[in-house]
T-cell receptor
Framework: DQQVKQNSPSLSVQEGRISILNCDYT??????FLWYKKYPAEGPTFLIS?????DKNEDGRFTVFLNKSAKHLSLHIVPSQPGDSAVYFC?????????????FGQGTTLQVKP | DTAVSQTPKYLVTQMGNDKSIKCEQN?????MYWYKQDSKKFLKIMFS???????INETVPNRFSPKSPDKAHLNLHINSLELGDSAVYFC?????????????FGSGTRLTVV
């Protein structure tokens, strides 16, 4: 039973345009959400996160939106750059568990075309 | 100067063999993890250690035995390897078990059992 899902395996956008990556979750106990970026042959790297008490968090070109009622979050990248081409994973945690456990989605491969 | 380093990067071995994957972090983090990325690309937690103490064992077969000699190292030993163990294994660390700080991942070990 996968509690975090990224239903789009891939996304292709033109350089300079907006990239929107989506993530859905099923467990209402999740209270913290994170996005990771992964290049081939490398480990995932932390990108941006959001607490469930917020609905938006912004860091430069990256913004994460959280819709708790819909159990949905999205990552917006504006403007998209070719270097953003990578696999993006969303992840969720129950902070109260104090175990550090993250539940990951299966990733979305983003291709940004020059 | 790699923050989380794991060796080897690639490992090809026959069924029934025993193998180890090593992981070291130089970040001074208290918590270390092993994750498995399966053929469907999901990253799933296997083990979590905090200050050398096991805090998560996520129903992993007991052929998998983690060992943490100190808080900077978390090694993974696998006995009697099976075809289904083929996957990419990622080591990670975080400052505390509070995953809100995000993980730092190693670059992964691709294990192929033939």
């Amino acid at each position: 039973d996968q509690q975090v899902k990224q239903n789009s395996p891939s996304l292709s956008v033109q350089e300079g345009r907006i990239s929107i990556l989506n993530c859905d979750y099923t467990n209402s106990m999740f209270d913290y959400f994170l996005w990771y970026k992964k290049y081939p042959a490398e480990g995932p790297t932390f990108l941006i996160s959001i607490s469930s008490i917020k609905d938006k968090n912004e860091d430069g070109r990256f913004t994460v939106f959280l819709n708790k009622s819909a159990k949905h979050l999205s990552l917006h990248i504006v403007p998209s750059q070719p270097g953003d081409s990578a696999v993006y994973f969303c992840a969720a945690s129950k902070g109260s568990s104090n175990t550090g456990k993250l539940i990951f989605g299966q990733g979305t491969t983003l291709q940004v075309k020059p | 100067d790699t923050a989380v380093s794991q060796t080897p990067k690639y490992l090809v071995t026959q069924m029934g063999n025993d193998k180890s994957i090593k992981c070291e972090q130089n970040l001074g983090h208290d918590t270390m993890y092993w994750y498995k990325q399966d053929s469907k690309k999901f990253l799933k937690i296997m083990f979590s250690y905090n200050n050398k103490e096991l805090i998560i064992n996520e129903t992993v077969p007991n052929r998998f035995s983690p060992k943490s000699p100190d808080k900077a190292h978390l090694n993974l030993h696998i006995n009697s390897l099976e075809l289904g163990d083929s996957a990419v294994y990622f080591c990670a660390s975080s400052q505390t078990p509070d995953s809100n700080y995000g993980y730092t991942f190693g670059s992964g070990t691709r294990l192929t059992v033939v």
